[in-house]
């Protein structure tokens, strides 16, 4: 199994030291284990910054001290939001040799869209357009990650999901950047641990509609920021890779993508 989305003590939203989330991979008997900790710079009200000297030097020993056990992919999740800080977040990919990098989208217009604030004042379908035109926006100008993670997050903090044909145009727009610039889209299994049920990260018409228009490059991951999460569902990922037709996981090694046949 490969998990490549998950978090430590080095993220403002995780208490585990990132040894006991390493220890947690190898007892599980994972082949490869991305740590991808939060940079997420202008996160309104919330300390998303990184230790950055500790966080490297904490990978670099890690990944030599479990070298015969488990491979240690060194990540980061970046916090996409547009102006200044896609500046931000390309400076921090790039100051470090970093395997694999997970573009995120927690906020949108200064909004953290877990809260609120986001949705008040709008329809339910126009907060969905704001949303997903806001990534468009920013994907046209930020290209520094491999892999666009979870990327229906908005999902998560709704009532209803709007009809297909209020935001899909915009999707498919998206999913055109991401095809074209070589960017992958993630298997996100928190949705199940959030009780989301059928609502997949990514949906089930998203990740057929990436395959189809030719996305090849799909990682699969916990997103645990606890060790009891860690490798969460892994199996049920790989099977949703297999359901939308393709027979291969993505893995990478200093921002090179490599597949592993299913
Ligand atoms: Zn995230
Ligand atoms: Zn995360």
Redesign the pocket.
């Known amino acids: 199994m490969y998990d490549y989305h998950t978090h430590s003590f080095f993220s403002g939203d995780s208490k585990t030291p990132l040894e006991e989330m390493v220890a947690r991979a190898v007892s599980l008997g994972l082949v490869e284990y991305a740590v991808t900790d939060h940079f997420d710079p202008d996160y309104p009200d919330y300390p998303f910054t990184l230790s950055f000297p500790e966080y490297h030097a904490e990978l670099i020993r890690l990944e030599a001290l479990y070298r015969e056990k488990i491979r240690l992919v060194k990540g980061i999740?970046v916090g996409i939001q547009h102006g200044d800080t896609l500046k931000k977040c390309s400076a921090a990919v790039n100051a470090f040799p970093y395997d694999f990098v997970l573009g995120?989208f927690?906020c949108a217009e200064g909004f953290d869209i877990c809260r609120k604030d986001f949705f008040a004042g709008r329809s339910l379908e126009d907060a969905y357009i704001v949303f997903y035109s806001y990534m468009l926006d920013c994907l046209k100008k930020f290209k520094d990650y491999d892999v666009l993670?979870?990327f229906n997050?908005i999902d998560r903090y709704v009532d209803r999901i709007p009809d297909d044909e209020v935001y899909m145009d915009i999707v498919e727009k998206i999913i055109d950047i991401l095809v074209a610039d070589g960017k992958g889209i993630e298997i996100n299994t928190s949705s199940f641990r959030y009780g989301m049920g059928e609502r997949t990260l990514p949906s089930a018409a998203i990740l057929a509609r990436y395959v189809k228009m030719g996305g090849e490059i799909i990682t699969t991951g916990s997103?645990a920021h606890r060790a009891k999460d860690v490798g969460y569902m892994l199996d049920h990922a790989r099977e949703m890779i297999k359901a939308a037709g393709l027979n291969r996981i993505a893995s990478f090694k200093n921002r090179e993508v490599r597949f592993v046949a299913l």
């Open positions: 999740e995120s927690h993670s979870h997050v997103d």
